[in-house]
């Protein structure tokens, strides 16, 4: 029976691998054997009973397979699935906190934090065990509606029970959270209008956020504008094809911007600008980045800088360049799986890297929340309005010196 497991598993691994991994075709018989012999090791010899089942100890090991292949991927429990397939449009990241929840055999947990966010500052790890959240508990039956409950406005605050996969003791976690903002060009206007300097940002690649890119251009250049700052900066990304319309607006129809490579050969895939554009912009071009600027935002300042259209100014990007595809798997359960990586038109990928800014600018910890405050406008107090008009934004003027 062990024989046979283990040779059916190593000839699928052999079969599905193309081209052939690092180490030789015969590795897999051994590699299973020892991860079959420290699983039989621990439940023999292990106190903790309850914690031995073979479901619960083989899907913990994947668990930590996924996690240790990229920041991305991820095994989903049965419990997870089962809810994804019921309710296809349950979205578990709570963006304005940093995190994700999930569902694993042992309940509830903290499945990914992004870096930078109020989730990762208050120290919180992923597979950190979920326990309650605003002092009710969190069972896996209310999981959809405690969930939901999280689609808070930005000041509000979410009172988070955590056990740390590091710690053996709970901790009573407070989590402020921050401006997550839906409309794909959150500001248009002429920053510098005796100059011509004309000014957007973009918040988001939204499914329609290449049309109004293109309407707030085209009030800009009615206005004067004859140079632009792109400000990306925040911005986690979006919709890829939206991001190559975007870049259509300023380059010449039929310009290779993205390109997605796979594992093989025919998994290369090369996205290239609409065949027309109404308007030429020639104009030049200043992107802004920081360390939370991801995805389609790296995409955008890397294609414009590799073909010469624009100067990127500010900070290293966060280094979001993977694809991801949900693939269901037996017993119920499924992978969040790293299936492709993008490239910008040099051939280089902003994947763990990021896109390096022509014009490196320090950003202090004030300066952060100084640009965070800009955000939210309508919330600040008359003291906070006062300060924030008496700042200066050092990436902005950088850009436009």
Not at 227 to 250: A, C, K, Q, Y
Not at 301 to 323: H, I, M, W
Not at 342 to 366: C, F, L, M, Q, W
Request: hydrophobic share 40%.
């Amino acid at each position: 029976m062990f024989r046979t497991m283990c040779w059916l598993l190593a000839g699928s691994t052999v079969m599905a691998a193309a081209p052939k991994p690092p180490d030789a075709e015969d590795a897999a018989y051994p590699a299973i054997r020892r991860f079959i012999e420290v699983m039989e090791t621990v439940k023999a010899r292990h106190p903790d009973v309850d914690r031995l089942a073979y479901e619960r100890l083989v899907n913990h090991a994947l668990d930590g397979m996924l996690s240790s292949l990229d920041p991305h991927s991820s095994f989903i429990h049965p419990e997870m699935a089962e809810m994804m397939k019921e309710t296809p449009d349950l979205s578990p990241e709570i963006p304005s906190l940093g995190l994700s929840f999930g569902l694993r055999a042992d309940g509830a947990c903290v499945s990914t934090v992004a870096p930078l966010g109020p989730a990762s500052s208050a120290g919180i790890l992923a597979g950190s065990a979920l326990l309650e959240i605003d002092g009710r508990k969190a069972t896996s039956e209310d999981f959809a509606e405690w969930t939901a409950a999280q689609r808070k406005p930005a000041g509000a605050v979410t009172t988070l029970l955590v056990k740390s996969p590091a710690s053996p003791k709970p901790v009573e976690i407070r989590l402020i959270h921050r401006v997550v903002e839906t409309r794909s060009v959150a500001e248009s206007f002429m920053q510098d209008k005796g100059r011509g300097i004309g000014y957007v940002r973009l918040a988001t690649f939204g499914s329609s956020c290449a049309a109004e890119m293109e309407a707030a251009l085209d009030e800009l250049e009615d206005a004067g504008m004859k140079s632009l700052v792109f400000d990306l900066r925040g911005n986690g990304g979006g919709d890829l094809h939206e991001t190559v319309r975007i870049l259509g607006l300023w380059l010449p129809p039929g310009t290779a911007v993205v390109t997605t490579r796979g594992r093989n050969e025919a998994d290369i895939e090369t996205l290239k600008t609409p065949d027309k554009q109404r308007r030429k912009r020639d104009y030049p071009i200043a992107v802004l980045i920081d360390r939370m600027s991801a995805s389609a935002s790296e995409l955008t300042a890397g294609a414009l800088q590799d073909l010469k259209r624009a100067r990127v100014f500010g900070e290293t990007s966060y280094g979001k360049g993977s694809v991801q595809n949900i693939i269901p798997m037996g017993g119920g359960t499924a992978l969040r799986l790293t299936i492709a990586t993008y490239h910008t038109p040099s051939g280089a990928t902003p994947h763990r890297k990021g896109i390096t800014p022509d014009v490196s600018v320090p950003v202090s910890e004030e300066d952060r929340s100084m640009i965070e405050k800009r955000r939210r406008l309508d919330s600040l107090t008359p003291e906070e309005r006062k300060a924030l008009d008496a700042w200066s934004d050092p990436v902005l003027k950088a850009a436009t010196n």
